[in-house]
């Protein structure tokens, strides 16, 4: 099921995928599996009301479910004989359960048909006894049957994500100190007006984005990475080693292009980890390479320009995230950290190699998909507080929001009310320009419906881009507008 999901989640064409990302939020992959699930238990039952009017048809639709199964994982990345051999083994299962269960519905027919056509002095106890256990011989296999799919689902999952024991082997991991300080939090960096995000977002509450429908499970003393492609060497690192090396902590806000105006798929976190620059010196690109083409276990892939990897801004293998390994879903045991760029061009989670090449020769995963080569994250603010459409009364209403311009920093920031002037906020100092800055502004306001608008200035003195753009192919603009009203 995971298989055809991440075929779907493949093929689907860019606004449907959109869209459910848009509906469900980061619950879209629990929403494809229930849909499944619901289109599963449908093509059963039409299976069994088939085979009920011809024998056999509906055992054709079990082979044709198991096929499209063994399909799908034969065009993943990562293909075992226990995934090839489970769909099969779903279909025939599946198809021997209807036939039981099409026998005893029979049982059920005739034993009824028995009862009224008997006018014997018995009938009105035998007849309908009889049809009570046909019918309880049904309803017990199928409710039976349905409970071991939905028990054996939550085992195979819980199973799954404890698998060889990563689980326990990431909770007593121990993580190096950094060789460097860590670059620290400036006092007054956080506002903390009440319902404002945390300066540093937790790991539990941190966006999650990826196509993978189940979570790799890596163990990282199999862990491997390599460098390969346009390089003098081929290098290969392994968990131990990257370990070993000078580990650098930076604070990182990465955020998503699939972000709207206002969305939350940002976050900022403290990253530990080795620049990647120093392992592509170890293999020296060859003149005229100008992309890293990073990949993960599962087949996911991003294109990163050489450049953005190999300049200072500390573009990391990131192996710690706020002061613990990284959590599984957010790529254990290493992935690429880069400021300034978009996560699907930049942020490989469960990463295993590092191909060096060209954008003339290599094209990322969501490359052919509707979105842009490059992703450089663009510059952008949004409001907290107060919440879109709520109320307050006259007098100064506190606003309070974020704004970032990874890798050039925030300048300025600057609010206005239906679009009058623009009002300057007060910026609290930056951790560094690779993070989110907050900031505040009291602003008067009279009664009635206002419109309250934020824009951002970086530290080169552009300015937010105000023309509203929609999410493809390189990240949305717009400035983020709020209503509120002023009750008198
Ligand atoms: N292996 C893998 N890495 C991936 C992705 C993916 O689909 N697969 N998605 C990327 C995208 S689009 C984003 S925005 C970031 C999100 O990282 P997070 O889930 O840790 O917040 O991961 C990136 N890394
Ligand atoms: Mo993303």
């Known amino acids: 099921m995971t298989a055809v999901g991440g075929v779907v989640i493949d093929v689907v064409p860019p606004v449907v995928k959109d869209w459910a990302v848009a509906l469900f939020g980061t619950a879209d992959k629990l929403a494809l599996l229930a849909g499944m699930a619901l289109v599963i238990a449908a093509l059963a039952a039409f299976a069994g009301v088939l085979e009920l009017r011809r024998r056999l048809a509906g055992a054709a639709v079990f082979a044709v479910f198991g096929l499209v199964g063994v399909a799908a994982v034969l065009t993943r990345a990562q293909v075992t004989v226990p995934a090839v051999a489970l769909p099969v083994l779903a279909a025939g299962i599946g198809g021997l359960l209807m036939q039981s269960l099409i026998a005893r519905l029979g049982a059920w027919r005739a034993s009824g048909r028995d009862g009224r056509r008997d006018a014997g002095p018995d009938a009105a106890t035998n007849g309908p006894d009889a049809a009570k256990n046909g019918r309880r011989g049904f309803l017990s296999l199928l409710g039976g049957s349905s409970g071991a799919v939905l028990v054996g689902g939550a085992v195979a999952t819980a199973w799954r994500g404890g698998a060889a024991g990563v689980n326990e082997l ?57 460098v390969t492609g346009m390089v003098e060497r081929e290098v290969e690192l392994d968990f131990e080693a990257l370990q070993a090396k000078p580990l650098l902590e930076r ?19 403290l990253w530990l980890g080795w620049p990647v620059r120093e392992l592509l010196a170890m293999a020296r690109p060859l003149p005229g390479a100008d992309m890293v083409l990073s990949r993960s276990s599962d087949g996911w892939t991003a294109s990163t320009p050489l450049e953005v990897l190999t300049d200072h801004r500390d573009a990391l293998l990131a192996i710690g995230m706020n002061g613990e390994p990284l959590p599984l879903e957010h790529g254990f045991p290493v992935r690429m950290i880069v400021p300034g760029l978009y996560g699907y061009v930049s942020a490989t989670k469960w990463l295993t190699e590092l191909k060096v090449t060209r954008f003339a ?62 009002q300057q906020a007060e910026l609290a100092p930056g951790i560094s320009v690779d993070t989110w ?46 209503r509120v009203d002023v009750n008198p």
């Open 170 to 226: 990431r909770r007593t991991l121990h993580l190096p100190a950094p060789r460097s300080q860590a670059v620290a939090i400036p006092p007054g960096a956080e506002i903390g007006l009440d319902g404002m995000q945390p300066l540093v977002t937790p790991n539990p509450d941190f966006y999650r984005i990826d196509t993978a429908l189940s979570v790799p499970v890596l163990d990282p003393r199999e862990w491997t990475l390599k």
């Open 251 to 269: 604070y990182v806000t990465i955020a998503c292009v699939s972000n709207e105006v206002g969305g939350d798929l940002i976050g900022n976190a």
């Open 361 to 422: 020769d290599d094209v990322a995963y969501w490359t052919p998909r509707g979105w842009s080569e490059r992703g450089p994250i663009k510059i952008s603010s949004r409001i907290d507080v107060p919440r879109d459409g709520r109320s307050g009364r006259p007098g100064a209403l506190m606003f309070g929001g974020v704004a970032w311009a990874q890798h050039t920093g925030i300048g300025k920031v600057e609010l206005r009310v239906d679009r009058g002037d623009w």
């Open 437 to 482: 800055y907050q900031w505040k502004l009291g602003i008067n306001l009279q009664p009635g419906r206002h419109e309250v608008q934020v824009r951002a200035t970086d530290l080169n003195g552009r300015v937010q881009t105000e023309e509203r753009r929609s999410v493809a192919p390189d990240g949305a603009t717009g400035f983020h507008t709020i």
